[in-house]
């Protein structure tokens, strides 16, 4: 009767996790309260600000195809998402040769891309570890013929690089010890696919995942440990896993190893998954983990690959906001890290080797707003306050305003040549006046040194103009995305619009400031290839136009879609699509004209 409750339980939970609410929810849990000392302890971390995950396991010998279909987006999942019974995924392992694995490599890679840790998957969801495990043979020394612990030569190798060492753990899930929690799968259904994995929740806790987990302490001391995935983690099953950490002092956790509801044993870092908190977590220590293309395994067809522009952007973004980058890559079987990756990070790292100083060590902009050119910086030296321009959009007037900004800067210089630049205190703030060509095609830093603190005073959100409209240019959006990557970016300037909207649960979102309450009519500049519904939340309200298609793929058209209610001072404007029906919009401003 104890199995099957247990595993009822288990499977029951596992209705919490549907993929990617899972994650998201996850992901936005808040950790656990500051104790004294955390300051120091967590001190690296925070500048870092950028480091690489690592995905490796026997999924990346299937790669993301099992009999002749891709049953599931991220390639780390198809056990679960092809119900693979747990012999034929076994049967995998004798093709996880590592041949050509070079931890050193690895470690210089991640170095010269200028990322400060690596963290990697000592144990996924499908329970194989990647080091010779005494709890279970299902692992790459005894289970393999790549024959060997593959975590301690890594360790070695990142840490004599200089960049610290992290471990990642599926706690509760594992699709092929008995009595590990399953996760939910495509049918939505939560229970197992295979009568070798029914077996005893607690009893796998306690016989595999605590003592695997006590094994990777003791032996790599790990400076990182990511939990992952809790399922029905309650205190009583958290807290074996939590005491194992007082093994390595001052080792620093993320918020998943417990689910929702439970507060204890939060960990320090928040994790969104494949999107970046628009307005970041002010106070929060987080850490955004993001893939390269859209599956953290390796899967051989996945060429979904993101820019290294788009990339860089995005570090940019989240540090912006006071984040950690969690970049992934996803070797495969053979211990090769697909060369789209190699040359995103390489390309990164360039642009780090002039720049890094803008991302390393600094802290969030102190404007709420993101400026449209870009973003900003911050870093204070004793009295002076640094604050780092990354300027994506080279103005063509050669000027970028910091609106509401008091204080003038004492010196002001592009990051890449020290050549000089000044700015101007306006009523409107301070102009600072750039030279006609960008230092960098992608982002091009100048420096604003403060004798002192900066007064801010309120920031402007958007607000009516001069017409009494309210424009709001799409790059200056908050962009959310879901599990398979975000809106992007597209284009610079007046150019600027969103892309990639394939998945109608992103959206944009707009805090706005106004001085009434009222009704306003909102139009938008797009391109939609078919019919499609929006739905605009605006304040606590909730409608749904419809967006007639705009004819060739080309042509910009300007749609009135309704009339929205936003209440007096600040609210935000939410635009998703409806999920049945939709198809990626393109989206280049949206405008409120005050209805009187
Ligand atoms: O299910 C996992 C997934 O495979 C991957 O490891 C990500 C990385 O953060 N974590 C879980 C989904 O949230």
Redesign the pocket.
């Known amino acids: 009767m104890k199995n099957k409750i247990a595993f009822c339980l288990a499977a029951a939970s596992s209705l919490l996790c549907a993929?990617p609410i899972?994650?998201q929810h996850?992901t936005l849990m808040s950790t656990a309260p500051r104790k004294p000392g955390d300051e120091a302890r967590m001190k690296w971390f925070k500048e870092a600000r950028f480091g690489m995950f690592i995905?490796w396991g026997i999924y990346s010998v299937p790669a993301g195809t099992w009999q002749g279909k891709d049953p599931s987006l991220?390639g780390?999942?198809i056990m679960n998402r092809a119900e693979i019974p747990v012999k034929d995924y076994k049967d995998f392992a004798k093709q996880f040769t590592a041949s050509q694995y070079d931890p050193k490599a690895w470690a210089d890679l991640a170095k010269e891309a200028g990322m400060k840790y690596v963290v990697i998957?000592a144990k996924?969801?499908d329970g194989f570890a990647l080091y010779d495990s005494a709890v279970s043979d299902w692992n790459a020394a005894n289970a393999s013929p790549a024959g060997r612990d593959l975590l301690m030569p890594l360790a070695e190798a990142v840490r004599a690089n200089g960049l610290k060492f992290g471990l990642?753990y599926s706690q509760s899930q594992d699709w092929v010890h008995p009595g590990g929690a399953v996760?939910e799968r495509k049918n939505g259904g939560p229970t197992a696919w295979d009568p070798a994995q029914k077996g005893d929740y607690d009893t796998y806790l306690s016989q595999i995942a605590v003592p695997q987990t006590r094994e990777i302490l003791t032996r790599y001391k790990p400076d990182i440990f990511w939990w992952?995935?809790p399922i029905d983690m309650t205190k009583e099953r958290a807290k074996p896993f939590h005491d194992l950490l007082s093994l390595v002092p001052g080792i620093i956790t993320n918020n998943r190893l417990v689910g929702q509801g439970l507060s204890e044993y939060r960990g320090d870092i928040m994790?969104p998954?494949q999107f970046i908190p628009p307005q970041g977590y002010p106070g929060q220590i987080f850490e955004v983990?993001m893939t390269m293309n859209r599956t953290?395994g390796y899967k051989k067809n996945d060429n979904h690959w993101k820019s290294a522009a788009d990339l860089l952007q995005k570090l940019s973004d989240i540090a912006s906001k006071g984040g950690n980058f969690l970049l992934n890559v996803g070797p495969t079987a053979e211990g090769v890290i697909p060369p789209e990756s190699v040359e995103r990070l390489k390309a990164m790292g360039q642009w780090m080797k002039v720049n890094g100083e803008a991302i390393y060590a600094t802290e969030a902009s102190p404007f709420p707003r993101r400026p449209p050119w870009g973003r900003i910086t911050r870093k204070t030296e004793g009295e002076k306050t640094l604050l780092y321009l990354h300027v994506w959009d080279w103005p063509k007037d050669g000027k970028i305003l910091l609106p509401t900004l008091k204080e003038e800067p004492v010196r002001g210089y592009l990051l890449k040549n020290r050549q000089a630049i000044q700015a101007k205190s306006t009523p409107e703030g301070i102009w600072v006046l750039l030279p006609d060509k960008a230092t960098d095609p992608i982002i091009s830093l100048a420096v604003l040194e403060f004798n002192g603190p900066l007064t801010i005073t309120q920031q402007p959100d958007f607000s009516p103009g001069a017409n009494g409209q309210i424009e709001l240019d799409a790059y200056a959006a908050d962009l959310y995305g879901g599990y398979d990557g975000t809106i992007q970016v597209e284009g610079t300037g007046e150019s600027a619009h969103l892309a990639h909207w394939s998945n109608a649960r992103w959206g944009v979102k707009y805090v706005i400031n106004t001085l009434t309450a009222q009704k306003w009519e909102i139009s938008a500049e797009l391109i939609a290839p078919k019919t499609v519904q929006l739905l605009v939340k605006s304040g606590n309200q909730e409608n749904e136009f419809s967006v007639p298609a705009t004819g060739d793929e080309n042509s910009w058209k300007t749609q009135v879609l309704g009339n929205i209610e936003l209440p007096a001072g600040r609210s935000s404007l939410e635009l998703k699509g409806v999920p049945e029906g939709w198809a990626p919009v393109q989206l280049s401003r949206v405008t409120l004209k005050p209805i009187k």
Request: net charge negative; with cysteine.
């Open positions: 993929l899972h994650a996850l995905h991220s780390e999942w998957t996924h969801h990642y996760c992952d995935s994790t998954e983990c953290w």
